[in-house]
């Protein structure tokens, strides 16, 4: 391990790997504060279980639009860089709500203000998380592309750390501490991030595009060192006919030696606007492009709709399981470290048994599993364990372990998948596209929970149609099951 380390250390620089870590840790570690969000909406403001997680998906839409911000960070440089600045910029929005949060009483006091603040600080997350996959994948390419694997299970290990040290002190961490103290320990992570933003150098890109783009049919469009040539050029031309308009006119000589200063200064402004114009427009066009292609649209497609055809109501379980169980938040933050382990046995499950299996098997076997699995919270909601001697908290443990186990079996085929249908070029951006899906997917299926739970009229207090949701959403689990087809019939977990 130690010399596996010093051998990354060794190919890309000590500050590099240091803030590639603390980045992911943060991510990982972000379930240390937002157990404290979700009892602050379930306790100090008394929102109702579909309430409480309209908040938390209005919140996380951020994560559903991250070609977004890799489009603009690839195509709109600042100071010549398209990373550092960005990755700064996207530090700040994630370490100022928090300080806001922690110091202000009135924003938590209100479920708006807090929805705003938080939907804030997802927005720098995620661009936080786009911005340094772009710099992995563009360390990997331009220094050691060898050492590929290695960063990306690095930067696995960093964010499975995180979120296990963050589960087991979240809970801890509530239970012992005001909930202001605990945003303002927590905004302490990002305060480092953006300390380190500065020891890591990149090189200037100037006005270079990105190579995925070079490729354009724009004739508007410029690449490389040329794009300065041909300024150069533009502007000398410019200034050429200005000259021999002089001249022919010799009034007002002291105007005009200020005004060619001005007007150049003003012209290669109105160059490098029209240059990122031309470079988002052909970004634009070269997604819309690849995502049109049958190949790509009908796999996404069905993701897409695994995750809205199945109503999410997690957080109407953790109503349930704080309020009618009377679990204590310790506990609930050890049952999350409980499913960070369930995660990573589902991705060794996977890699050891799964992978030379057919996509369309795999994720039938998922969606069938988690089927059975949701039986589990219909056992618990109607106390059935307990007439087999089960404990609440044996239950609430397999019920989290087991169910992220199952659904890593799931998300490692799009992860997989995703990686081979994106085109040569424009891998990075397409697979932010794809993962925004996933994430998007997710968040109208909480959006369907939500309304699943004020229909049913399961609120705080509330919770005897709990089953008859658990049971409906059990059904729905089958729902993209008859969409199969839309998966690549041959692929499987090594090759499409």
Known sequence: MIGWVKQLNAAFGASFLWLICLIYFTQGFRSFVWTAVSYQLKDGLKLSPSASQFVSSVAFFPWSIKPLYGIISDCIPIKGRRRIPYLVIATVLSLVPWVLLGLNANLRSSSW????????????????????????????????????????????????????????????????????????????????????????????????????????????????????L???????????IRTSRRKKSQKKNKKEAVVPSNSRIHEKSKFLALQWFHSLKAAAY??????????????????????????????VMFYY??????????????????????????????????????LRKILLSAHIGLSFLSLLDIVLVSRMNIAFGISDKIMVLFGSALPDAVNQLKFMPFLILSGQLCPPGI??????????????????????????????????????????????????????????????????????
């Open 427 to 496: 891998e990075g951006t397409l697979f932010a596209l794809f993962m925004s899906i996933n994430n998007l997917g997710s968040t109208l299926g909480s959006f369907m929970g939500a309304g699943l739970a004020s229909i049913l009229n399961i609120s705080s207090g509330s919770f005897d149609n709990l089953g008859l949701g658990i049971a409906i959403q059990v059904l729905c689990t089958f729902i993209p099951i008859a969409f199969l087809f839309l998966i690549p019939k041959e692929a499987t977990g090594i090759s499409a």
């Open 286 to 315: 070269s997604l819309c492009q690849a995502f049109r292609q049958p190949i790509i649209l009908r796999p996404m497609t069905w993701f897409f709709l695994a995750h809205v055809t199945v109503p999410n109501l997690s957080t």
């Open 230 to 240: 041909d300024e150069d050029n533009f502007l000398a031309k410019k200034s050429n």
């Open 321 to 358: 399981q704080a309020e009618f169980l009377n679990l204590e938040a310790s506990f609930l933050g050890t049952a999350r470290v409980v499913a960070w382990l369930g995660l990573m046995l589902g991705t060794f499950i996977y890699n050891k048994y799964f992978k030379t299996m057919k």
């Open 113 to 228: 203000h807090l929805m705003i603040v938080l939907t804030v600080q997802n927005l720098g997350s995620a661009m936080a998380d786009v911005v340094v996959d772009a710099m992995i994948a563009e360390a990997v390419r331009l220094e050691r592309a060898s050492f590929a694997g290695d960063l990306q299970s690095m930067s696995w290990l960093a964010m499975a750390l995180g979120g296990i040290c963050g589960s087991m002190l979240g809970g801890l961490a509530f239970a012992n501490l005001q909930i202001d103290t605990i945003f303002l320990l927590f905004s302490i992570l990002p305060a480092i991030q953006l300390l380190s933003c500065g020891l890591v150098e990149e090189k200037s890109a100037g006005s270079k595009m990105l190579p995925e783009f070079s490729n354009s049919r724009s004739s508007h469009m410029v690449n490389g060192n040329s794009s300065v």
